[in-house]
């Protein structure tokens, strides 16, 4: 069975960091597709980030922001984000795939995390 564990949310001011993780389990020797989504309960979930054979890929409203880095254990990753803004304020998912069809489209994803709160507020 996959499991995805994310981890690292919080409550920060404008303009502070925060860096979040996730951790993929599942069959020996399987490799994931992971990919960061948010989701607020006015909005659908939105892609965030990823990497696309090689390249980091971003939605727009968190480019040049938010950096995707992979973690030193196999199926781990991080996002580091940057100069936060209330309107990142979401439920933020990590989601794994072994072969994700297009790496910006939730359904794409078949493994997702519980999801962890990061509030952006002054």
């Known amino acids: 069975q996959v499991q995805v564990v994310e981890s690292g949310g919080g409550l920060v001011r404008p303009g502070d960091s925060l860096r979040l993780s996730c951790a993929v389990s599942?069959?020996?020797?399987?490799?994931?597709?992971m990919a960061w989504f948010r989701q607020t309960p006015e909005k659908e979930r939105e892609f965030v980030a990823a990497?696309?054979?090689?390249?980091?890929r971003y939605g727009p409203s968190v480019e040049g922001r938010f950096t995707i880095s992979r973690g030193d254990a196999i199926n781990t990753m991080h996002l580091q984000m940057n100069s936060l803004r209330p309107e990142d304020t979401a439920v933020y998912y990590c989601?794994?795939?072994?072969?994700?069809?297009?790496?910006?489209?939730?359904?794409?994803?078949?493994?997702w995390g519980q999801g962890t709160q990061v509030t952006v507020s002054s």
């Open positions: 989601a794994a795939d072994e072969r994700p069809y297009e790496y910006y489209n939730r359904n794409s994803y078949d493994y």
């Open positions: 599942g069959r020996t020797g399987s490799r994931y597709f």
């Open positions: 990497f696309n054979w090689g390249v980091d």
